[in-house]
């Protein structure tokens, strides 16, 4: 099953913005990026989906460079309330040729004032 | 009106027993999941399943039995509890499973069940 590598942990001050980074080596051809945010006690959010290049949306940037190997989502101006986990999710092929859904481990972000 | 929900949100039982954990979506979505996240917040699929049929099965013991009458629903029953089992569970639906074509779909998730096995 492909592997995808994030940091486990990242600290920020209110109003910077913060790069979280996804690694992706064997994503497949077709395959897409998303990135989920999770708040204690909740299930995760959709925040932003992209294939390559640059996306944005009112919440978050997503900038995959042409390789595709790796992503990472910029979020501008944090706030308190951003702190939360964030998933990097890529579609994967595995050895066998079935593919299924790979959810990153996760980066808790914490935002401090 | 809540897109995705599970039953029960808590859920504490005894090793050996047999437990389920409902889910249902109101969003006319054609694929449902089952995820399990453990304590150190790795969120891991466990079942995928596209207009009632089971698309992704990944490595979960046979103790696990999902369950979909229909495609709004997607249930989990687990039998014979063991320790490990404890973590979170999460259900969730996306309009369609996407892999074909490379784009995952949005997924809409529940808002878990915690599941202790004592």
């Known amino acids: 099953l492909a592997k995808t590598t994030q940091p486990i942990s990242m600290d920020s001050y209110e109003g910077q913005e913060v790069n979280i980074t996804c690694s992706h080596n064997?994503?497949?051809?077709?395959?897409?990026i998303t990135w989920y945010q999770q708040f204690p006690s909740q299930g995760p959010r959709f925040i932003i989906q992209?294939?390559?290049t640059k996306v944005t949306n009112e919440v978050a940037s997503l900038f995959i460079p042409a390789d595709r190997k790796s992503s990472t989502l910029s979020l501008p101006r944090v706030s308190l309330s951003d702190t939360a986990v964030y998933y990097c999710?890529?579609?994967?092929?595995?050895?066998?040729?079935?593919?299924?859904?790979?959810f990153g481990s996760g980066t808790r972000l914490q935002v401090q004032p | 009106d809540t897109a995705v929900s599970q039953t029960p949100k808590y859920l504490v039982t005894q090793m050996g027993n047999d437990k389920s954990i409902k889910c249902e979506q109101n969003?006319?979505?054609?694929?449902m999941y089952w995820y399990k996240q453990d304590s150190k917040k790795f969120l891991k699929i466990m079942f995928s399943?596209?207009?009632?049929?089971?698309?992704i099965n990944e490595t979960v013991p046979n103790r696990f039995s999902p369950k979909s009458p229909d495609k709004a629903h997607l249930n989990l029953h687990i039998n014979s509890l063991e320790l490990g089992d404890s973590a979170v569970y999460f259900c969730?639906?996306?309009?369609?499973?996407?892999?074909?074509?490379?784009?995952?779909?949005?997924?809409?998730f529940g808002p878990g069940t915690r599941l202790t096995v004592l």
């Open positions: 969730a639906s996306s309009q369609d499973l996407g892999l074909a074509g490379g784009r995952t779909d949005t997924q809409y």
């Open positions: 064997n994503i497949a051809t077709n395959d897409y």
């Open positions: 992209g294939y390559k």
């Open positions: 999710l890529v579609g994967a092929s595995m050895d066998t040729g079935r593919r299924a859904l790979t």
């Open positions: 969003l006319g979505h054609d694929t």
């Open positions: 399943y596209n207009n009632k049929e089971l698309i």
